[in-house]
């Protein structure tokens, strides 16, 4: 693993897992939604990001790592 900071932030991915399973029925689901949108507008618009899901199954937000900017993050 390279720890070495890095200047191209296009290189930066991250994938957030989600739990949608019946633990996570109405608060709790809100909760963790809110808390999505919160990481996802502090890492750098140059940076990329997915969203995994699960429950009884796994889902993908996207088929691949979209750009964080303004468009992709409501």
Do not use: C, Q, W
Not at 6 to 13: G, L, Q, V
Request: hydrophobic residues 35%; negative net charge; glycine residues 4%.
């Amino acid at each position: 693993i390279n720890n070495e900071p890095t200047e191209n932030y296009s290189d930066i991915k991250y994938l957030f897992v989600l739990d949608r399973s019946g633990s996570m029925d109405g608060k709790r689901m809100e909760l963790a939604k809110k808390a999505l949108k919160l990481f996802i507008k502090s890492i750098d618009n140059h940076s990329y990001y997915n969203i995994l899901s699960f429950g009884s199954s796994y889902e993908m937000m996207e088929e691949s790592f979209i750009i964080a900017n303004d468009d992709n993050v409501d």
